[in-house]
């Protein structure tokens, strides 16, 4: 994938932007039109995973854009993919950070108002926190296992990849897509298994959104229960849920014609 660096929440961030045909545009720095003109249509910004990054979204972006006719936008947060190291170890309300003061800052760079987040994981979670809290214009979310809180069986889960992490070939598959993979994969398991993050809850951010959402929760996710999604759906006004069969915490892996399906069906439900 060609991707560029954006100076953005005091790092330099790579970000790939996709035209709405699934052509790479190399210059990220391309502004969306005016929403005044008719020809206006909410670009989507993809938001990782806690160990993705622009790479590990694979064709999928593409094939976000191809199926939208919408401009997509990707990136890696600091300390992931090529762009520059976070800071470590990251607090409880890391993904505060990201939502309020990283993520408004790379929108102004690239000259995007009011976008579609599609966040994945804990992408999910900086996009529920973004829209609910920071007061800045959001056409809608498409939510993928999101979190809204910390279950036992997401901290199982994390508990189980730390020793994949110490055993296996995980380093090595992870390590093609992040500049320091020993950085990108502690930053993110020490904070989840930190006893303070237990007590993290974003409920309150739920309640303030106020534009459409989709939420997409795989059966079988290893990471979160359906609770998670069934609370985005008491708690806020508009909400789409979709829940798939046979697929885990990577709906877009396990089941992307559904995913699409939906994405496409939400994106033109949007005013």
């Known amino acids: ?14 970000v790939e932007r ?11 720095a391309m502004p969306q039109k005016c929403e005044s003109d008719p020809d206006f249509r909410s670009p989507i910004v993809m938001l990782h995973e806690g160990l993705g990054s622009v790479s590990m979204w694979r064709d999928f972006p593409h094939r976000v854009a191809h199926a939208t006719g919408r401009d997509v936008v990707v990136y890696s947060r600091a300390g992931y993919g090529r762009s520059s190291p976070a800071t470590l170890p990251r607090g409880v309300r890391y993904m505060h950070d990201e939502a309020l003061v990283a993520l408004p800052q790379l929108l102004d760079a690239l000259g995007i108002v009011r976008p579609i987040l599609l966040g994945h994981s804990d992408g999910a979670s900086i996009a529920l926190i973004h829209a609910g809290r920071s007061g800045r214009p959001v056409a809608g979310l498409a939510l993928m296992a999101p979190h809204v809180l910390v279950e036992d069986l997401s901290v199982a889960s994390i508990e189980a990849a730390k020793v994949a992490w110490r055993t296996t070939d995980l380093r090595a598959r992870l390590a093609r897509h992040h500049d320091d993979v020993d950085a990108a994969f502690t930053g993110w398991n020490d904070i989840w298994l930190h006893p303070d993050f237990r007590a ?5 951010e739920v309640r303030g959104l ?7 929760q795989g059966e079988d996710d290893e990471y979160g229960t359906m609770d998670q ?3 985005i759906a008491r708690l806020a006004p508009d ?8 697929c885990r915490h990577s709906p877009h892996r396990d089941q992307p014609e559904a995913v699409l399906e ?7 439900r949007l005013p």
């Open 262 to 268: 939906a994405l496409v069906r939400f994106c033109d």
């Open 239 to 246: 909400v789409e849920l979709v829940r798939l069969a046979d």
């Open 229 to 231: 999604v069934e609370r």
């Open 1 to 14: 994938m060609a991707s560029s660096l954006v100076e953005a929440g005091g790092a330099a961030i790579e």
């Open 210 to 216: 106020g534009c459409p959402v989709l939420a997409i």
């Open 200 to 204: 993290w809850n974003i409920e309150a």
């Open 18 to 28: 996709i035209g709405n045909r699934g052509q790479t545009r190399i210059s990220a």
